[in-house]
Structure formats: structure tokens, C-alpha cells
């Protein structure tokens, strides 16, 4: 059951591609739309944000982090009660990594394309949130929650 239930987590990570960043720094809760990548086997999510930003500043002070990928979209209107919504709880690393920066890079041009410049703007830093657990909400009485 409980490898059931992470694989549909996974896959709601691999089916979608924008979240919710929560950030947090002196008991201050910031949130950004971001888009995102997975690797292969959804330990890892990446991003690209720019080094002048709240959210940014705040991943440096405060490596906790928490995004939401949900699927409200699909579910409008008397369909909304079908959504799902996944929390992920992650630690904040940047991508040191010249190899790993590349993929990264590789991946967020063939999924978002329109954000080429940003990507390559010298400003830009590929961020990683190793995934620590997920909590997944079907509807509004169904959760389940894995460690990983």
C-alpha cells in the first residue's frame, strides 16, 4: 500500500510542472510560483530563481522548505472536489555541480522553453529541494502521508 500510494505522489510530481515555493525567515512564511523539473525518480525537484530575490535570501538563511503541487486546474467548478493537492517537505541545496547544472538546464529549456533567457541570465541559480516526505490530500478527506 504504502509503495502505491508514494508512486501516485511521484506521479503527480512527474505529471505537473509549477508549485507553490513556501520559504520562511524569522517566522516570516514568503511564497512564489515557481516552475519546476524532477529527476528520474523524484528525490530531487529543481528551479531556477534569481540570486536578488526574498525567496532566494531566505533559502540561504533557512534551508527548510515546503511546495505545493496540486491539481485544481483539471478540477474546476463541481469537479474541484476531485482535486488532488501534495505538500512536499524538502531541504534547499544550490547546484554546485557543473554536469548536474547542465541537465538541469537541459530540462527546464525542453519543458519551459519560454524561459530561456531567464535561465541563462548570469543572475539565475539552479536550485535543488531533496524531497523528505510527502503529504497528499485526494478531495477533502482523503491524506496520506510517506517519509522518504
Known amino acids: 500500500m504504502a509503495s ?36 528520474e525518480d523524484c528525490g530531487e525537484i529543481y528551479m531556477v530563481t534569481h540570486r536578488d530575490t526574498t525567496k532566494y535570501r531566505n533559502l540561504l538563511k533557512n534551508p527548510n522548505v515546503s511546495l505545493l503541487i496540486d491539481t485544481r486546474a483539471e ?4 469537479k474541484r472536489s476531485e482535486a488532488k493537492a ?7 541545496r544550490t547546484v554546485d555541480d557543473e554536469e548536474k547544472k547542465q541537465m538541469v538546464l537541459k530540462k527546464m529549456l525542453n519543458v519551459h522553453p519560454h524561459l530561456k533567457d531567464f535561465l541563462h541570465d548570469a543572475g ?3 536550485c535543488s529541494v531533496k524531497i523528505k516526505s510527502f503529504l497528499l490530500l485526494e478531495g477533502v478527506s482523503s491524506a496520506y502521508f510517506e517519509s522518504v
Do not use: Q
Open 124 to 126: 539565475a541559480e539552479i
Open 75 to 78: 478540477n474546476p467548478g463541481e
Open 4 to 39: 502505491e500510494i508514494v508512486n501516485k505522489m511521484k506521479e503527480l510530481v512527474r505529471d505537473n510542472n509549477t508549485c507553490v515555493l513556501a520559504t520562511t525567515f524569522k517566522d516570516k512564511p514568503h511564497c512564489s510560483l515557481m516552475v519546476y523539473v524532477a529527476d
Open 86 to 92: 501534495l505538500t512536499v517537505a524538502g531541504e534547499f
